[in-house]
């Protein structure tokens, strides 16, 4: 079946998968990368693009559904290659942060924008519900929906006033993150670049052994290599913490939660997804996991790694002053048992890179907000020296510290 659409005023003629994501579509086979993918689940609303002049996550739209419809993405959203007025908004109130939100907001706001040109701030809340930005508090964000028709012809107020001292000041990089330019860890590879699909286990807590694997792949000829712990070539751990490198590239053995690691499969795109993780000759032995600190610290408890007896990573002190004292000094004193919630990170771009090797040196460029300390364990992990490894960080679509670790990297380095 041929499908067609118009897209950014262009029409666009098409033939595949009609149950492909509609940011697959865009994304991989279009080359418009700046519709983003955060969760592919219609929760983050990174994806959000027009249909119809109307909002839609575009990763939970059927790619056939485009079919007879007007899209419009952040490219299409100005004509001249200059940012509009509502991306010149968001300049000017710093409403782009990290940018992986950024495309998704504009679409929202732009939709907002085309009934109701001078939006209250409680309309723009309601229109922006459906994405979510990790970075900006949605303060910036709001006030510039609230004023972008201050923007539709006038340039930047902001710089009308000139660079000095308290001036407001637009981030360098602020234009590529409000025009969709922006390239993010997945936005780019090189062209014909292989597909890595790690197959991950299912199992918090787990032994787990393989069958024939060369035979799986001779039976896959489609296949490029299945990767596994006995081909990394150097020390087969990482860590942040410059002493303790005890999480494996890909797990030996047995799991240690669910989701780590324990082969990658290599090829193109569609040799990697056309294996069914059950075909996998992968044979598991479920066991009881270990959860939480209370049931980590209790007498018995499985260890989860045998370098740290009772399950203790690591011991820290806390040094107090005299307690009675600021109690007896203090105006208010207020007592109670406090307990706070584990906290993920929740940066909205997901994890992702490519690898290639550059003379006889490697280069990964992957979304990391450390590539010193990239460089450093992915050189431990192929046995070579640090300065045959370099880690070229792409934009990062949110970090927060959750990533100062590293997650696709030792696995392109092999
Ligand atoms: Fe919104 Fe970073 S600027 S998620």
């Not at 029409?11 to 592919?40: E, V, Y």
């Not at 219609?42 to 007879?68: N, S």
């Not at 004023?147 to 990089?173: C, I, L, N, W």
């Not at 197959?199 to 596994?228: E, H």
Request: with cysteine.
């Amino acid at each position: 079946t041929t499908f067609e659409f118009q897209l950014n005023g262009r029409a666009i003629t098409w033939q595949g998968d009609p149950f492909q994501r509609l940011t697959n579509l865009l994304r991989n086979q279009l080359g418009l990368t700046g519709t983003k993918s955060g969760c592919d689940a219609g929760d983050c609303g990174a994806c959000t693009v027009l249909m119809d002049g109307r909002q839609v996550c575009a990763c939970i739209v059927p790619a056939a559904q485009a079919h007879g419809t007007e899209i419009v993405t952040v490219e299409g959203l100005s004509t001249d290659a200059k940012p509009n007025g509502l991306q010149r908004a968001f300049l000017h109130h710093g409403a782009a942060q990290c940018g992986i939100c950024t495309p998704g907001m504009l679409m929202a706001a732009t939709e907002l924008l085309s009934r109701s040109p001078r939006p209250s701030e409680t309309e723009v809340e309601k229109a922006i519900g459906g994405v979510l930005c990790r970075c900006t508090g949605y303060r910036q964000i709001v006030h510039a929906i609230v004023g972008a028709h201050k923007f539709a012809y006038a340039p930047d107020p902001g710089h009308a006033e000139g660079p000095s001292v308290g001036t407001r000041m637009q981030r360098v990089d602020g234009e590529a993150k409000v025009s969709g330019h922006e390239l993010f860890g997945a936005d780019t590879a090189p062209e014909n670049a292989l597909w890595l699909r790690p197959v991950r286990s299912p199992y918090a807590r787990a032994k787990f052994s393989f069958g024939d694997l060369k035979a799986f792949r001779a039976a896959n000829p489609s296949l490029t290599a299945i990767l596994t712990a006995a081909d990394v070539p150097g020390k087969n751990g990482f860590g942040i913490n410059p002493h303790i490198k005890d999480q494996p590239a890909f797990a030996e053995g047995h799991v240690r939660f669910r989701g780590e690691t324990v082969l990658a499969l290599v090829g193109t795109r569609e040799a990697v997804d056309a294996i069914d993780f059950n075909a996998l000759p992968i044979k598991w032995v479920a066991e009881v996991s270990v959860s939480g600190f209370t049931e980590a610290a209790r007498e018995g408890a499985a260890r989860v790694h045998e370098t740290h007896p009772d399950n203790e990573l690591v011991q820290g002190g806390l040094n107090k002053g005299d307690i009675e004292a600021g109690f007896a000094a203090a105006a208010v004193a207020v007592e109670g048992a406090l307990k706070t919630a584990f906290v993920e990170h929740a940066y909205i771009e997901p994890e992702a890179g490519f690898a290639q090797r550059i003379g006889d040196r490697i280069e990964i460029t992957a979304c990391t907000q450390s590539p010193y300390m990239d460089r450093d364990d992915c050189a431990s992990i192929l046995g070579i020296a640090p300065e045959a490894v370099r880690i070229i960080p792409s934009a990062c679509g949110g970090r927060f510290g959750g990533k100062l670790d590293l997650s696709v990297q030792p696995l392109l380095a092999v």
